[in-house]
């Protein structure tokens, strides 16, 4: 693969006109991707089309009435994976673990966020699931604070690493953007351009 600076400052700027950019930040109580993760392979081994026996359906076994309770429409295994996730959010801001039994049997802690009723956005479960959310258009050098390095640090968590969530890059965000672009093949420049975004979700796993 090939470096990500050829003009990342002017190319973020055409990029922005028009772009959907990442909008508010995941809620830093919310829980975890590896949580969501543990959730999905106990509930559905993590298969986003999957029908269960019992009138179940997606990647965390949504019954119909819990599904529209939460704004969902036509069938959950039907929606894309982000919809999904971004149902599962609000369930889970809703009511907390309590409507999944995976989440007991793995012990899933809840927390500020669980039953808090604080409807989420879709930037803020754009952090949960397997395929990468759209990249934000912006690419990220040392020193930079956005909303969207937010989304990527704590898709990093999943791998082991252990950001708060902060949305600013320093050097544990240098650290981890150098393990992806070491991993996948791309020139370890240190910026968080598109191909660094995209493989922490579609690359090769990384260890801090």
Request: a negative charge; glycine letters at 14%; hydrophobic letters at 35%.
């Given at each position: ?15 922005l006109v028009g ?95 669980a039953g808090s ?32 390095l937010r989304v ?57």
């Amino acid at each position: 693969m090939s470096g990500e600076r050829w003009g990342a400052r002017g190319l973020a700027l055409l990029l922005l006109v028009g772009a959907v950019v990442v909008g508010g930040p995941a809620a830093s109580a919310d829980p975890s991707s590896q949580d969501w993760e543990t959730l999905r392979q106990c509930e559905s081994s993590g298969r986003y089309d999957v029908v269960a026996s019992g009138g179940y359906y997606g990647a965390y076994q949504f019954d119909l009435a819990t599904w529209r309770s939460v704004g969902g429409a036509g069938y959950p295994h039907e929606a894309t994976p982000e919809e999904q996730d971004y149902r599962a959010l609000y369930l889970y801001r809703m009511r907390g673990w309590q409507p999944w039994t995976c989440a007991g049997l793995h012990g899933l802690s809840e927390d500020a966020d669980a039953g808090s009723e604080r409807v989420p956005s879709y930037a803020e479960s754009a952090y949960i699931g397997g395929a990468a959310p759209a990249w934000p258009g912006v690419a990220f050098e040392y020193g930079d604070c956005h909303s969207g390095l937010r989304v990527w640090q704590l898709r990093m968590n999943t791998y082991g690493f252990d950001f708060a969530g902060t949305g600013c890059y320093y050097e544990e965000t240098r650290v981890a953007v150098l393990a992806v672009q070491r991993a996948n093949g791309i020139t370890e420049s240190g910026v968080l351009g598109p191909l660094t975004w995209r493989a922490a979700w579609e690359g090769v796993s990384v260890s801090p």
